[in-house]
C-alpha cells in the first residue's frame, strides 16, 4: 500500500515537473501585444502604433486589417524599432474606405524559431471627424448633425420616425437594429464624403450594410420639406435591405427606388410635371428598362425616378401591401424583371406598364376602357355566338 502510494505521490511530481517546464517554455516563446493604438483623420490617414515584447528575435510582424463588412483584407509587413514598437501610416486619401465603416485589424508575429502568434482583433469606426457632430436618438433611430441648433436635429428625428412608420404601410419592417442617420451641410460636403469612401452621390445616400443614412440639408425654411422628402426615402433603402438581406441587389432599380420614392412623407411635386411633359411628348421611358440602373443624363434620370414612383405607387394602389411584398421575394428570389410579376400578378411587366400608362397617365382612355371591359365582351360574345351556333345546327338538320 505504501509503495503504491508513493509511486502515485512521484507521478503527480512528475506531472507538476513538466507541467512547469511547457508553462516555462510557453512563457520564454509568448509574445505580448501593449499599447494597441488607432488614430485617424477622415479621408487623408490613419496611423497604427503598438509594441510588442517578444522572448526571441522577430522574424516578420504583419498588420492585417478590413471593414467588416468587406471580404478583402489589407496586409501591411512591418518592422519594430529596437524596443519593440511598430507606427504604420495608411494612406486613406488613395487607398479608400467607406466612411462611418466599422474596421477591424490585429497583428501576426513570427518569431526567427518558426513560432508564430496572432493578436486578439480590435475594432474602430472610421468616422468624418472632419466635422463637429451633434447627437440625438429615440429608440433605434440616431440623428447626427453638424448645422443647426437644436430644433433642426429634432426636426429631423420626427421626420425619421414618421418616415418608419409610413414604410411599414408598404412593407414588414424590423425597427429592433439601429439606423445612423447623419445630416450634412452642403451636398459638396456629403459628395466629398462618398468620394473620399470609393461612392459618388449628390444629395443622398444610403449604406445599407452600414445601417447608414447619408443625406445633404442646410438649416433654411426649406428644410422641413426635404427632411421630410431625403430621410423617409433612404430609410426605406435600409429597412428594405434588412428585410430581404443580401438578395436586396437582385430587386430592379424601379422597384428599389419607387418603394423608396413612395415612403416619402412629401412627394416632389416636379415629378408630376416631368410625367405630364414626358406624355405630351411620347418620350416615356419603358418600365423594362428601368430594370437596369437609371440613366446617367440628369433629365432622363429624373424622368426615371418619377416613372418609378407613379408605377410603383400604381402597383400598391391595385394590389396592396401584401403583393408588393410578395413580388419583393419574387426578385430577391432571383427571377427576372417580367417573371417576377407573372407570377405574383400573372401579368407581364410590358402588360402592366401599359395599363399604368393609360389608367394613371391617360395615355389610352380607349384602351383602359377595352382592358377593363375585355372580360365581359368575351362572355357577351359567348352569350350571342351559342343560340347563332343552335340556329346553324337547326338549318343543317333540316337541310337533311
Keep these: 500500500m505504501g509503495k503504491n502510494l508513493r509511486s502515485f505521490t512521484n507521478l503527480l511530481l512528475l506531472t507538476a515537473l513538466l507541467f512547469g517546464f511547457t508553462r516555462q517554455a510557453q512563457a520564454q516563446e509568448g509574445i505580448e501585444f501593449a499599447d494597441v493604438r488607432v488614430e485617424h483623420q477622415f479621408g487623408e490617414e490613419i496611423r497604427f ?5 517578444a522572448a526571441n528575435p522577430i522574424k516578420e ?6 471593414d467588416v463588412n468587406e471580404e478583402n483584407t489589407r496586409v501591411i509587413s512591418l518592422i519594430a524599432d529596437e524596443e519593440g514598437h511598430i507606427n504604420y501610416i495608411y494612406d486613406a486619401s488613395k ?6 465603416a466599422r474596421i477591424s485589424y490585429w497583428f501576426q508575429i513570427t518569431l526567427e524559431n518558426g513560432t508564430s502568434q496572432t493578436s486578439e482583433k480590435y475594432f474602430f469606426t472610421y468616422n468624418d471627424n472632419r466635422f463637429d457632430w451633434q447627437t440625438r436618438d429615440e429608440n433605434n433611430l440616431r440623428i447626427h448633425w453638424s448645422d443647426g441648433d437644436e430644433a433642426f436635429g429634432l426636426a429631423a428625428l420626427d421626420a425619421a420616425r414618421k418616415g418608419l412608420s409610413n414604410i411599414q404601410l408598404l412593407f414588414p ?16 460636403d456629403l459628395q ?3 468620394f473620399m469612401g470609393g461612392e459618388s452621390w449628390v444629395a443622398g445616400h ?11 440639408i442646410a438649416p433654411s425654411s426649406q428644410q422641413q420639406i426635404l427632411m421630410q422628402q431625403k430621410i423617409p426615402h433612404e430609410l426605406a433603402h435600409i429597412l428594405l435591405y434588412r428585410h430581404v438581406g443580401e438578395n436586396y441587389n437582385r430587386l430592379p432599380t424601379w422597384l428599389l427606388e419607387g418603394i423608396a420614392s413612395i415612403a416619402e412623407l412629401y412627394p416632389n411635386p416636379d415629378y408630376q410635371l416631368a410625367l405630364e411633359r414626358a406624355v405630351e411628348n411620347t418620350s416615356l421611358i419603358p418600365i423594362s428598362t428601368l430594370c437596369q440602373p ?9 424622368l426615371a425616378y418619377a416613372e418609378a414612383t407613379s408605377f410603383t405607387r400604381y402597383l400598391h394602389a391595385n394590389y396592396g401591401s401584401s403583393g408588393l411584398d410578395e413580388l419583393i421575394f419574387a426578385y430577391a428570389d432571383g427571377l427576372s424583371c417580367d417573371a417576377g410579376t407573372m407570377r405574383v400578378f400573372g401579368k407581364s411587366l410590358d402588360y402592366l406598364d401599359a395599363n399604368w400608362q393609360e389608367s394613371v397617365l ?7 376602357a377595352f382592358r377593363s371591359l375585355a372580360p365581359y365582351l368575351f362572355l357577351l360574345a359567348l352569350f350571342l355566338a351559342a343560340p347563332l351556333f343552335s340556329g346553324i345546327s337547326a338549318l343543317r338538320r333540316r337541310a337533311k
Design 49 to 53: 502604433s503598438a509594441e510588442i515584447k
Design 61 to 66: 510582424i504583419l498588420l492585417l486589417f478590413r
Design 95 to 100: 487607398n479608400l474606405l467607406r466612411p462611418f
Design 173 to 188: 419592417v424590423d425597427s429592433t437594429e439601429l439606423i445612423d442617420i447623419y445630416i450634412y451641410p452642403s451636398p459638396t
Design 192 to 194: 466629398n464624403a462618398l
Design 206 to 216: 444610403a449604406s445599407p450594410a452600414l445601417g447608414i443614412v447619408f443625406v445633404a
Design 294 to 302: 437609371f440613366p446617367r443624363d440628369a433629365s432622363q434620370a429624373f
Design 362 to 368: 391617360g395615355t389610352n382612355l380607349l384602351g383602359v
